[in-house]
């Protein structure tokens, strides 16, 4: 059985600021490889890496792990991350997580 479609795309804007956008469904066949793409990202230390999920279909619970992975790496590497315009589930998931956490924008 393969794994549903997942797409990371990524660029820098004028500021240096890397703008990662997530595109299908983040599930358990491919959250590794979601992780290690954020972990990727992170080691060039940009002052900021948002993540936009408002193509993101769906972000399981391991997809949240992910993310709450990387915003903890994020914090020991001083960079601002930040999830952008997070599709309706994908927001729902997050904020049930920690509605308090300054990881949505």
């Given amino acids: 059985?393969?794994?549903p479609a997942l797409d990371v795309t990524w660029s820098a804007d004028s500021h240096g600021h890397?703008?990662?956008s997530v595109t299908g469904d983040v599930t358990v066949g491919n959250a590794l490889q979601?992780?290690?793409q954020l972990q990727w990202l992170l080691l060039a230390q940009p002052p900021v890496l948002l993540l936009r999920l408002n193509n993101a279909r769906f972000?399981?619970?391991?997809?949240v792990e992910c993310l709450a992975a990387a915003y903890r790496r994020a914090n020991l590497l001083g960079v601002d991350m930040r999830v952008a315009a997070p599709a309706s589930g994908a927001g729902r998931v997050l904020h049930l997580t920690?509605?308090?956490d300054a990881l949505l924008s």
């Fill in 18 to 20: 890397t703008v990662v």
């Fill in 98 to 100: 920690d509605p308090g």
């Fill in 34 to 36: 979601f992780k290690r």
């Fill in 1 to 3: 059985m393969s794994s």
């Fill in 59 to 63: 972000v399981g619970a391991l997809g």
